[in-house]
């Protein structure tokens, strides 16, 4: 079991920067692939960013040279570093762990740290 609790949300203007984190406990955490997502209000879900196990990283196109998802095995923690923010990255963002083997599919979730970029 994994439990997930992310932080680093808040408003910003357009252009600024925020980091989030999310923190895992439990053990073995370099063995999940990491993801950040996000839900505006009346939207899907839809992934922002990953990280393997291996540190190997995708994107988003709308973030693509903005967003930099990281890892740190030591602390347990991943992040999203967001930069040159725009209104339409306004979400709810959550963080997911997740890892398949033969015979199951691990997959968790955070709570959600709301994400707001207005003037």
């Known amino acids: 079991q994994v439990q997930l609790v992310e932080s680093g949300g808040g408003l910003v203007q357009p252009g600024g920067s925020l980091r989030l984190s999310c923190v895992a406990s439990g053990s073995r955490f370099s063995i999940y692939a990491m993801g950040w997502y996000r839900q505006a209000p009346g939207k899907q879900r839809e992934l922002v960013a990953s990280?393997?196990?291996?540190?190997?990283?995708n994107y988003a196109d709308s973030v693509k040279g903005r967003f930099t998802i990281s890892r740190d095995n030591a602390k347990n923690t991943v992040y999203l570093q967001m930069d040159s923010l725009k209104p339409e990255d306004t979400a709810v963002y959550y963080c997911n762990a997740n890892r398949a083997t033969s015979f199951k599919l691990y997959d968790y979730w955070g709570q959600g740290t709301q994400v707001t970029v207005s003037s």
């Open positions: 990280i393997t196990s291996g540190g190997s990283t």
